[in-house]
């Protein structure tokens, strides 16, 4: 893989293939309704990244926003010094500055590219921003399986801290947008009948999972986290927690004016949904609300076998507990992996070429979406049940749950593992593994 | 947007009531309690009894009502949410005693708004205001006003409150003193993520714009602590101390109170 990474004066246009500039924005997400904040290209979501597995490409990135900044390339294998974080070495780019990112795209899938600075207490930053754009990396050979498809961005606008019944605080929002927009103010999905759509979505969000359904139709999920998943299948609704990508097909069978939208009555309240309008047809756009909130990972994995025992084959296992410490009713909670906040978090070494399974004991009382840099991971077990054939390189683990996955150590150099609650990254829910 | 205008005419009749309305009363200790910003949730209940002794009391009035040493009062109070900025509460006033045994006392209505979150303030704001009778065996005042202006702002283990309250009399001896003054307060501070202690401070200054001499304001200072032990219970005990003649010397206080949901609530609500 070829990388470079280059800190320039200017950026030139004949020189790069794509340029993103990150400045102040004002999102007008319904009539007459804006939200100040940081964009990519003056718009929200940014551009959509369309790259080729294995062509090399050039990014160049300029800063107008008045603070560091740092674009991450999330789920992109990339040397630590352009993969876009400090903790890696990625060096910031100072305001009113430019870095060039050059690099061979991989693996194929659909990925995304986003901020990843500390917000604190300030709520309209790093994630909370709305810094976030879509990226995908072609395969070599597309097999093109569908007739249109569809870029989709959910977002939660307007945090504030509020007292939760765990005790400490936690983020709540004033709206919620897809793409940028609450529901029937952007522009709809226009669809035909008969066609095969292919929706990629990723949770943008800071902190909040998001549960999706389009009324009147089934979600056939092929790919988590932009990796196809072992056993297609159609469900009624998705969960994305922060950070995950989902990529589904619906057969347009059903024609009418529907919405595709949160499935929780109160965030569909706050502007969550899209419009999906049929060739041909108009009228009130429909929603069919679910019931409960259903969702599985397992639904995806290899059809079911015998699986040997884990933790067999020459896998090394390395246990991290995930716990938090009370800092007061009115502040966040310090997270901790192994009873350790980051930067105190232990610099775990990995052996390149070796393969490990990470042991993830959520004993807190919050879910942790939980992301490695630079790799992909395969679920192993999750909730007591071995698994295989998942792979994502991001994670829900669910308050008081155990998960396990595994990966080979095969990209030399630091590699940062998270939390991706922006909240829990920022007090201290951080390691670096450190593969030589 | 429409719940925000809804939310400041409620402020505005409030604060206009307020000034042209409100009457001087004097106020027994059946419900001590500095008031936080927060509100009870749209489709829950929250059932409180509030339990104080007074160990050491006036042993003699001159104004007609009973003496308070030795006095049990149990109040209960029951709020429901409305939705996710008011809720309204109401309460029943008892006294126990020897020698005149369970008594009925009177009963409140309270009413109050708050600013919600998505109007992102630097500290939480409601208000409430409470009207009620009470038997004039227990309080000379018998149809009494208050209107309580709350903030509160918690940051890291700590906890402030402010209650600057003002009251009216709308029946009593007090009806031509206008308007009185008594503020409430709170410190507290998070010992764990379960327990918190603090102080509670109540006052009773008078009229607003001519306090009385201090030996006649009521000033009690409550060392306090609270128990989170879950969202469903709300668990406060104290004991106070009076530094004025005017004022009990001694109470015991303690709130136990129990959050009930209603209606379904589905994982999707």
Redesign the interface.
Known sequence: MASALETLPAISETTSDYSLTIAPYSLEISPRRFIKTVAYNGQIPGPLLRLKEGVPVTIAVTNHSGDDEIVHWHGLFLPPEIDGAMEEGTPHIASDSSASYTFTPAPAGFRWYHTHTFAGRDLRKGLYSGQYGFLMVEPRDNPARYDQEFFLALHDW?A?M??S?D??VSA?Y?SSTINGKTLGFGEPLRVKQGQRVMLHIVNTSATEPHWLAMAGHQLRVIALDGNPVPAPRAVSMLRLSPAERICVEVEMNNPGVWVLGE????IMATGMGIVVEYGGRTGKPVWQ?????DWDYLWFASPARQEKPSGSLNVTTIPLTFESK??????MDRWMINGRSFPETETVALREGQRYRLIFRNKSMDDHPVHLHRHTFELRRLAGKETRGILKDTLLVSAGTEAEVEFTADRPGLSLFHCHQQDHMDMGFMMLFQCS | MRNQRKLLYLLALFALLGVTELRARAQGNYEIQVYGS?TVAPKSTMVELHSNFTPEGSKKTDDGTYPTNHQLHETLEITQGINSWSEVGFYLFTSWQDGHGVQWVGDHIRPRVRVP??W?WPVGVSLSTEVGYQRSQYSPDTWTWEIRPIVD???????FAVNPALERTWHGPDTNQGVGFAPAAKIGY?F???V?GGFEYYGNFGRVWSFSALHDQQQQIFAVTDL?VS?KWELNFGVGLGSTAATDHVILKAIVGRRFNWGKH????
Do not use: C, E, M
């Open positions: 307007g504030s509020v007292a019944d005790g400490s709540v004033d499935v929780r009555k109160h609300q679910p019931q409960s909130l009370f800092l007061g009713h009115g502040a | 927060d979150d998505s992102h702002k918690s940051i890291g283990r700590w906890y998070d764990t993520r379960k918190s989170n969202p589905s994982t999707i609500d």
